[in-house]
């Protein structure tokens, strides 16, 4: 008969105890999701009675307030951390196509007043190597382009954000932009047109992908003139994140932060972009007080603002942590954007992978299509960006799975509540409940900050230099 150490058996012991835990608090976390969610019936309810969640609206101020009172109501401490910002909200536009008028949306943050007239060139894609061919050709004219990318484009070629498309219209001396969208249906979309949140130099609007259509194939033979006429009210504004901290127990020092945005834009209720993720934080953060789960490190659950508008909220959180130097606690940032029925944990590092792997082993008894392998994925475009910049490892979920037509509301006059799945909800709640669980109490974090030298090389590894050049969010030589 083998002799098992006694050292060796206390340790395998303790392994066994300590998974038989984990695997306790998971079952806990799915009862009460499963049977108390109120994510979705939340959600429900801020879409009737406030609408759209726009930063410095009376509806924007609405939501904040909404949401501090139930994050109150389940027992937290909750504060707000207030911004200014130049503000932006659409009045009028109107645009003419060889004197037809065409339905459009402005984009934010389009000039106050603008009225201008020109013929239209087509950028194609509206990437750089589409302005290097023609040049200074595109002096005084409105770019015309694609918001993704056009049919046939290599499979290797990354696209821009708008913002960025917009800017390297301005850089290159046109009137304006037209950006037709690429959901077809006659959807218009809306968002920022400004890399920094500032007012820019040039009008900038949306179109429908079948009005796109018909002025592509008109320009391959035609010169094209547009009219675009348009006023939008700007000026000093507010916006607050809110914030509701549940101490550590053990190293309250270290902090795990939970964040998503609670803002939306104003042509429909935001009920994916993002009332889905937004609305399963504060079902998280309900979780863990109804459950008691042990939190070894900080959790803060934050509710940014003005992600919609460049980020603005988040920007200022992470602005406010490096001064007062509450920026080294932070050990991860998981974000939740558009997040519904998840299939995957990914990482910004692979040191992260194998903890995440096993984590996900265990979910999948609930979850029977989600994945047992993690991912890698290092980018950009949402609140979670701030505090990659600055070497913090984001640890979350990933491949979101949306009811059908859902994402071709996307920024656009059709995302409303129709598209939200309860179930898709509670998946978010279960998944990420757990995830904060193993990641406040893991005594041996499994991820490490990037120093500088190592956020910028993955960056460049991540082909993320040019977007972030253009936004000018690149601080290295």
Known sequence: MKIIPILAFTILSTLSLKAQSNQLILEQINTEVSNHSEAYYLLQKATENIGHRATGTKNGVEAEEFAADILQSFGYDVSFQEFNFNGWNRNSLTLEINGKKIEAVALAHSPEIAKINSTLIDLGNGLEDDYKQLGKEVEGKIVFAALGL??????????????????????????????????????????TASVTGDLIDIPAVNISYEDGMLIKQALKSNIIAGQIDMKNDVGPMKGRNIIARRLGQAIPEEKIVLGGHL???????????????????????????????????????????????????????????????????????????????????????????????????????????????????????????????????????????????????????????????????????????????????????????????????????????????????????
């Open 263 to 477: 803002d939306s834009w104003d042509l429909a209720t935001g009920a994916i972009d993002n009332g889905v993720g937004s609305f399963s934080i504060i079902d998280v953060a309900r979780t863990f007080q109804k459950l008691n789960i042990e939190n070894n490190r900080t959790i803060e659950f934050v509710l940014f603002m003005g992600e919609e508008i460049g980020l603005l909220g988040s920007k200022h959180y992470v602005d406010e942590a490096i001064k007062d130097g509450s920026i080294k606690q932070i050990k991860a940032m998981s974000n939740m954007d558009m997040t519904t029925n998840p299939k995957a944990y990914f990482s910004s590092t692979n040191s992260s992978l194998s903890f995440l792997n096993e984590i996900a082993k265990d979910v999948k008894n609930y979850i029977s299509d989600f994945k047992e392998t993690a991912s890698v994925n290092v980018g950009l475009h949402s609140d979670h960006q701030p505090f990659m910049l600055q070497g913090i490892p984001i640890i979350g979920l990933t491949e979101s799975k949306f009811k059908k037509g859902a994402l071709n509301c996307y920024h656009a006059n059709c995302d409303s509540f129709e598209f939200v799945e309860e179930q898709g909800l509670k998946n978010n709640v279960v998944l990420e409940t757990y995830l904060l669980y193993r990641l406040s109490n893991v005594k041996n974090f499994p991820s490490k900050r990037w120093t500088d030298n190592e956020i910028q090389k993955q960056l460049i590894d991540a082909n993320l230099e040019t977007p972030l050049r253009i936004s000018g969010d690149w601080r290295w030589k």
């Open 150 to 191: 056009n049919e046939g484009t290599p499979k290797e070629v990354k696209n821009l954000h708008r913002s960025e498309k917009t800017a390297l219209a301005i850089k290159y001396g046109a009137k304006g932009i037209i950006l037709y969208n690429n959901a077809k249906g006659g959807v218009l979309l809306t968002g």
